[in-house]
């Protein structure tokens, strides 16, 4: 595998004639639930790169969502899974005990910060994760109601979906939900929902919650738990003011509500820590890890220490969350992110925020960028000072990145998401500024936006 590229080449039309095929047969019997933003065939991954099977290699910084946190296919990523298959492929945890998932939630234990034992529910998705967090929360208060924010996503799953804000259509012939989820606005700084300035508001998102919400509308004692992104994902890449994850711990310590991370895109290293939370330095009682946790493998964690997961045997459990090649790849990635990836996040991060933020000087149709490590987003608006959001600008990047060999994820209405691997290197950040100012460029010139010599 040394010959396998390290940069984009482009070398058919997209989609390639393989790639078509393929792509006819999937329209055929998969779901057509999926939203897909531009046709890439995956046919092998290296690293950070993903070739087509018409050989065209593109740079990935989409990670498959944020998830191939080690990159794709990381040697001892790989090597471990292959142990562990010629070993034991399952027997669930829910009735037995096998070495891989006990390594695993040691691993993870030792990874979550906080005071005591911690001990992790295993399932195979991120939504799992939070469905775990749902019940877990109303069995250790004895309560039934939720606070969650407007941008969330914490998934698809009923209980889950029940949290989610992100957009109409996710929540669109489903109804109805969960009952018992109060969402309140997310300190969405860029566009504050109550018209302030961060470092000179009043935390107006702090005391909506305090002053009028649990004054006039759910008290507060019957609150099991607030579900909270530290930084939001699909709802477009924000990150909360340490100052706002500092707000809700003390108002969930006043009235003995639980507070959740959905670290499950913010977590395992990408944002330069280990969870995203430790850059507020709060901690939240459980924490709902996925994604980059196996890099690739499903799994899902929910983690809290044992005074809280402290239910009895039978409350919950699944038959695959934390399968034998999960967990052992989830050692592998664990080890790796803690010993290279997060510092390498924070490093590459760094770099690549500094230079988008200097991008911002040439092109007024960025209106924001933001983000800790490799979880950045780049917000993009008609013009800075009305701040009207520019969704076929975002969207005829992702293409036009597409179209140069650059893979990418819109989040939120209009915001770019950059979440590659956390392995990339100088050579590849920079190479992925290159082609995201040349589709930058290619996307106005093909919108016909005026102001643009271009
Ligand atoms: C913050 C967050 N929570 C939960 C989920 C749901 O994860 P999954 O798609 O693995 O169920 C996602 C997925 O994007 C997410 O970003």
Redesign the pocket.
């Known amino acids: 595998m040394s010959d396998f590229p390290t940069m984009p080449a482009i070398v058919t039309e997209l989609p390639g004639p393989k790639a078509k095929k393929l792509i006819a047969r999937d329209a055929k019997h998969v779901s057509p639930s999926y939203t897909r933003g531009y046709p890439l065939v995956a046919q092998e991954a290296r690293g950070a790169i993903v070739k087509d099977p018409d050989g065209n290699a593109f740079l990935d910084f989409a990670a498959g ?2 998830v191939v946190s080690t990159g794709h296919c990381h040697p001892e990523v790989v090597a471990a899974i292959k142990d562990q298959a010629d070993r034991l492929l399952h027997i669930s945890g829910t009735d037995f005990y096998y070495t891989a998932q006990v390594e695993a939630a040691e691993s993870v234990a030792a990874l979550v910060p906080g005071k005591g034992t911690k001990r992790v529910f295993f399932g195979n ?6 469905e775990c967090a749902i019940k877990l929360a109303k069995y250790k208060t004895g309560r039934k109601r939720f606070i969650a924010f407007y941008g ?6 009923t209980g ?1 979906l029940a949290l989610t804000a992100s957009k109409a259509g996710q929540r669109e012939h489903f109804f109805p939900m969960m009952d018992g989820v109060t969402h309140v606005p997310y300190a969405y700084c860029y566009r504050c929902p109550y018209g302030q300035t961060y470092g000179k508001c009043k935390m107006e998102c702090l005391t909506f919650i305090t002053e009028t919400v649990f004054k006039t509308l759910v008290p507060p004692s019957e609150v099991a738990a607030l579900f909270v ?1 530290p930084i ?3 709802g477009g890449y924000v990150p909360a003011p340490p100052e706002f994850l500092q707000g809700l711990r003390k108002i969930c310590d006043k009235h003995g509500i639980l507070m959740v991370a ?5 977590g395992v290293g990408r944002t330069g820590k280990f969870l995203a939370m430790e850059h507020a330095g709060v901690t939240a009682d459980i924490v ?1 890890l ?2 980059g946790i196996a890099s690739g493998l499903p799994l ?1 964690a929910c983690v809290a220490p044992d005074a809280i997961m402290d239910w009895k045997p039978g409350s919950h459990a699944s038959t695959f969350g934390g399968n034998p090649l999960s967990t052992a790849a989830a050692r592998a990635t664990l080890r790796l992110v803690k010993d290279e990836l997060m510092a390498n996040a924070q490093s590459q991060g760094e770099f690549l925020l500094h230079e988008l933020k200097g991008m911002m000087a040439k092109y007024d149709v960025i209106g924001d960028v933001r983000g800790k490590g490799l979880m950045i987003g780049v917000e993009f608006v008609k013009d800075r000072a009305e701040k009207e959001r520019f969704p076929e600008l975002r969207d005829a990047i992702e293409l036009c990145c597409f179209e140069n060999g650059l893979l990418t994820l819109g989040a939120g209405p209009n915001t770019l998401r950059i979440c590659p691997p956390l392995i990339i290197d100088r050579s590849q950040a920079k190479r992925f500024l290159e082609i995201l100012e040349k589709s930058l460029q290619a996307a106005l010139k093909k919108l016909g936006y005026k102001g643009y010599p271009f």
């Open positions: 969502i944020a998705s991120g939504a799992e994760a939070i969330a996503f914490h998934g698809r799953t889950a992104e939001q994902g699909e959905d670290e499950v895109q913010s709902c996925a994604k899902s």
